[in-house]
């Protein structure tokens, strides 16, 4: 199994920009399918993100135009800009990774993910 650690991050003023990073140690993170999930307090665990191992990528509606997803393979992390923070934002955030054999569940399912990081807190202030 992969081995996810998440950091970046923090507290926020709304408006402002934070930057997500995952990494792994696992030389076969290139091959992972990812995501980016984010649990607000009293709310259901949300795929925020996804980046295919081909680099595509699919965002969720909240976050589409002012988030970016990206992976870097020879450092082995991925990562998510996020632009123009609401406290809407505020939430724990996971990266997640998909390993081979490849789940059959769509990308937005959080069953579809084999390893999980603990999460890193972003809580965005008003």
């Known amino acids: 199994q992969v081995q996810l650690a998440e950091s970046g991050g923090g507290l926020v003023q709304a408006g402002t920009s934070l930057r997500l990073s995952c990494g792994t140690s696992?030389?076969?993170?290139?091959?992972?399918?990812m995501a980016w999930f984010r649990q607000a307090p009293g709310k259901q665990r949300e795929m925020v993100a996804f980046?295919?191992?081909?680099?595509?990528?699919i965002y969720a509606d909240s976050v589409k135009g002012r988030s970016t997803i990206s992976r870097d393979g020879a450092k082995k992390t991925m990562n998510l800009q996020m632009d123009s923070l609401k406290p809407e934002d505020t939430a724990v955030y996971y990266c997640?990774?998909?390993?081979?054999?490849?789940?059959?569940?769509?990308?937005?399912?959080?069953?579809?993910?084999?390893?999980w990081g603990r999460g890193t807190q972003v809580t965005v202030s008003s």
């Open positions: 980046i295919h191992n081909s680099r595509i990528t």
């Open positions: 997640a990774a998909d390993t081979p054999p490849y789940s059959r569940l769509t990308y937005d399912r959080e069953t579809a993910y084999d390893t």
């Open positions: 696992e030389p076969t993170f290139s091959t992972a399918n």
